[in-house]
């Protein structure tokens, strides 16, 4: 279905990816896996044609797939309403018909440009697609929890949940074949997240995405595509999330044998060259000054074969040093975070009083009262559109109270 072959790709003199290649067939669940920076972002966007490799090719079979493309920021045009965002009208029908137009004509005289046939391919797909049964938006809308949203709501005035929700509805209402994933589990709540699993893996068609979250990798990914940050590279493993730990904890451990043999290898070589060098300074002042013509010889032979076997082991000494030389493994998912040292507060952190958060129109949390302590964790969590970030940004002063008091403490 998906065929990535020889991609590679620079900004300025930084290498981001290098000669990438992996396939994704009908019924896999691949997952672009890799440390942050990696390239993983930028290899999506390569493939839904964001972007453009410096080498190589992004190929769909057959060239027809449709396919769907949730990406990790969600831009929505101002002032479209939901039921302008799923169910294109005549007006989107008549712009598509316009740059479909010009796209042609650029892709006649460009027609080695992926990125121009993908949105081709994308526009004439949208031409063809047929009136959406209003049940079948309403029903797909209730799966995804927006049910009670009117249709004329803007699609910028929802929460970051509701509008990845949202997103999550036009995939199902494409009836796409291929699906390329971008973090899909960003702001979701628990309840969206098991529908999301589920339909993902009842889903026939081939799927590529990227998350970080390592519950939904072992539960929906069938294999892994991992990017090397030092090579920029790509290496294939089949298997879940808890295959692939236990994958690189070997590799890891097998790294790290590996290098502290060859640094067990060194020590023995360096102490054998200065061995060998002492034993030939030895006959050459030693023995080699006696009367026998004879002993002489033959000391002075053993000599000259001693510095011999010297140079030997300083040569395989420096091979080990410089050509054969194995880097340290680096441990590339362990996170440091260091704090600057902070005054300490008093006892009482946070002190909401009878709180209630939310914009003019509408109060989305009423009466919170809490007292939070120094030392004290605080997990704060519900539905998506529940005022969760309404909430955060009142406490942070981005958001006047409605009702109520915040008081935090300072340092």
Known sequence: MLTVNNITKKYELKTVLSHVSFTVQKGERAALFGPNGCGKTTLIKIISGEERADQGTVQFTPPGIKWFYLPQLKKFPVGKTLEQYLVPGNVEQLHAEKELA????????????????????????????????PAVVADVLWQVGLAGMAYDTPVTHLSGGQQTRLMLAKMVLSKPEFLILDE???????????????????????????????????????????????????????????????????????????????????????????????????????????????????????????????????ERLETLKTEKKLDKPGQFWRIKMAFDQMTETGDQVLILDQLS???????????????????????????????????????????????????????
Not at 367 to 372: E, M, P, T, V, Y
Request: proline fraction near 3%.
């Open 102 to 133: 010009v796209i042609a004509q650029a892709l006649s005289l460009h027609p080695e440009n992926d990125a121009l046939q993908q949105t081709f391919d994308q526009l004439l797909a949208l031409l063809g697609e047929p009136d959406q049964d």
């Open 184 to 314: 899909p589990t960003n702001d979701l709540d628990e309840m969206m997240l098991g529908w999301l699993e589920d339909w993902l893996r009842a889903f026939p068609g081939g799927i590529l995405f990227v998350s970080h979250d390592r519950v939904f990798l072992n539960r929906i990914a069938t294999r892994f595509i991992e990017l090397d940050r030092r090579t920029h590279q790509a290496s294939l493993f089949e298997g879940n999330y808890d295959d692939w730990l236990q994958r690189r904890a070997a590799a890891e451990g097998a790294a790290i044998g590996a290098w502290n043999r060859q640094r067990s290898e060194i020590r023995q070589l360096k102490n054998a060259v200065e061995h060998t060098r002492q034993i030939a300074r030895f006959r050459k002042g030693g023995k080699a000054d006696s009367g026998d013509k004879f002993a002489k010889g033959y000391f002075a032979n053993r000599s000259r074969g001693t510095i011999r076997r010297a140079k030997q082991l300083e």
């Open 357 to 411: 958060v939310g914009y003019a129109e509408a109060a989305l949390i009423r009466g919170i009262d809490l007292r939070l302590t120094r030392g004290k964790i605080c997990a704060l969590s519900g539905k998506n559109g529940s005022g969760k970030t309404t909430l955060i940004k009142t406490i942070m002063g981005g958001l006047p109270p409605l009702a109520g008091e915040v008081g935090l403490a300072q340092t």
